[in-house]
């Protein structure tokens, strides 16, 4: 082992992680916030208006951990090695297993336990601070994650991780540690490919990298409050929670391999999950079944509304 950021990455790949690459914090990301305030301005954020908040957090990462020097970014794959039959009402493949908040936030706690007891005294390393976040911060992941040299960002705004897809969380630890690193961003490889574009059911891709979340059926059917506008609701499809079509559609996810992390399994009564019993669900099944998963972000409710609106379309 020859230095800090190769040691990281291994112990990172011990831990489960797909992916893992460092970025210095070396300037504020205003390029990143004038694309965000611009999104912001059309309205695409829809009701997220959490989006709005923090801007300055979000331009420069000190604000999270004072005296940031260094993110730490990783990607965990969540491709499902059991998946739904396609006839049956489709659950957006990163909600099958366990809340990935949870089990990726205690892995990223892992790896930084890791460094300070391990490499620290193996490398002499200076007494550190951390925070870890998994989508629960604000920070330009994607971004970091790019920085990091982990993939790209693709024209459906996901990141992709070359010859692995686009089937990943991210998460970061934002550091006081100087960590020296030879990641370098990684250039654009979707070429002329616009599949994910075409894919959109209702054309809330309205340009590579520009999602209008007001008509984004994933949106919709999760952070949505309230009915599901009449136009998108005739556009679900079988679609009982998130979508996944500009995803499926891309190329590179013909090279997703099953996850092997134990916590992101479905269980055999979440895969032969059927209408008849989401049209006898009970708010006691809703807590059974879907006990510890990130579908409880709509809400026994919204999933309801999801169902219902789904068979009024099929």
């Avoid at 208006?49 to 801007?55: D, I």
């Avoid at 059974?288 to 169902?307: H, Q, V």
Wanted: a neutral charge.
């Amino acid at each position: 082992m020859t230095n800090v950021a190769q040691w990281i990455k291994q112990k990172a790949e011990e831990l489960g992680f797909s992916a893992c690459g460092i970025a210095s914090i070396d300037k504020p990301l205003d390029d990143e916030c004038q694309h965000l305030d611009d999104w912001l301005e059309k309205g695409y954020h829809a009701g997220m208006t959490y989006m709005a908040n923090h801007r300055e957090i979000r331009r420069d990462p000190q604000g999270l951990v004072d005296g940031a020097r260094s993110i730490i970014s990783v990607a965990i794959n969540y491709y499902p090695a059991s998946r739904r039959d396609p006839a049956l009402p489709h659950i957006a493949y990163y909600a099958y297993g366990k809340d990935y908040h949870d089990v990726v936030r205690e892995k990223l706690r892992q790896l930084w336990t890791a460094i300070q007891t391990e490499a620290t005294p193996l490398f002499q390393l200076p007494k550190a601070e951390a925070r870890v976040f998994t989508d629960s911060a604000p920070l330009f992941e994607r971004y970091w994650a790019w920085r990091s040299g982990l993939g790209w960002i693709g024209k459906n705004s996901c990141l992709i991780l070359p010859g692995k897809g686009s089937f990943f969380f991210l998460g970061e630890i934002v550091t006081t540690l100087s960590i020296e690193s030879e990641d370098r961003p990684m250039p654009d490889r979707c070429g002329t490919c616009d599949r994910c574009l075409r894919a959109c059911p209702t054309g809330a891709l309205e340009a590579p990298r520009h999602l209008n979340a007001n008509h984004c059926l994933s949106y919709l059917t999760i952070e949505h409050k309230g009915e599901i506008p009449h136009q998108e609701a005739t556009l679900l499809g079988n679609r009982l929670y998130g979508c996944d079509s500009c995803q499926l559609a891309c190329p590179w996810n013909r090279f997703a391999s099953p996850t092997n992390i134990p916590e992101f399994h479905p269980s055999s009564e979440f895969l032969s999950l059927d209408e008849e019993t989401l049209h006898h669900l009970t708010l006691e099944d809703y807590r059974r079944i879907f006990k510890g998963s990130a579908i409880k972000r709509a809400k026994y409710e919204g999933l309801i509304r999801n169902f219902k609106a789904m068979v009024n379309n099929i």
